[in-house]
Each structure stands twice: as C-alpha cells, then as structure tokens.
C-alpha cells in the first residue's frame, strides 16, 4: 500500500534531507535553462521526490509542476489534508506549489546549482514555514 503524500510528511522528509542531512537540491540542466527534478536517479530528490515512489519519480523526471503530478498520480495524495493546511483558503495544488517552492525551489542559487542559503539559514527558514502552516518540526530522524 503507497503512503499517501501530506504536507507533515511532506515537510518531515524535506527537513530530513535538507536539513539534518544537508542534502543538496535536485536541479537538472545547464546555463539557463536550469530546473528542478523530482529524483535524478542518483539520489538527489526535491521535496515532493522524497515522498514520492521512487520509480514514480524518475519516471516524471523534472521540469513538471507539482498540480500535473497531482493530477496523474491523486492515488499518491491525501487531497484533503492539502486543503486544511494553513489558516488560509487556497486550493489543495496550490498549497503544494507554495510547499514545493518554499522547502525546495525558492531556496536554490540556479547560476551556482546550489542552495542559496546555509544550512543554517535554511534551518530558520523551515522553522518559520513550520510555525504558519501549523506543522511540526521533526525530532530525530524521520522514517518517511
């Protein structure tokens, strides 16, 4: 049975990766045409990649949107936990975009294809993003 993909679970696994682990982002491409990839195959996942079914995530490869993902695959969410997250009313794909694009995308120096940020940085970040959605920080190591 496929664990259905949450925004908790979600953040967990982001946090896990990028911020215990200080993994870096999974970025595909060259000059400017630099994007972000669910899982290159080599280990590096974004955000959603970390929960997602391995092979499901190689298979959309990079350059998707999170709402198209959504859309072919919605047996790998939890729809209606994205649509009570937050205090704030915004369709359950856009809640996702706004996830994918603050634990991943936004944090990425493109030019540099790396984080933007330090580890540190990034630390205060996530707490913050934690505290609006009303999720909670992991401790110790997650198993997602």
Known sequence: MIKKITPQRTFNAAWQAFIVEDKPPAIYGDGDNVSC???????????FGLVMPEDRAIEIGGGVSIDTVMNAYPELFNLDSWRKVGDFTLAAVRKAEYFQAELHDSLIDYSKRTWKFSRQEREVHY???AAKYKLSIPKGKTND
Not at 38 to 47: E, K, L, P, R
Request: proline content about 0%.
């Open 37 to 47: 990839y669910y899982n290159d195959g080599h280990g590096n996942c974004c955000a």
């Open 127 to 129: 707490r913050n993003f």
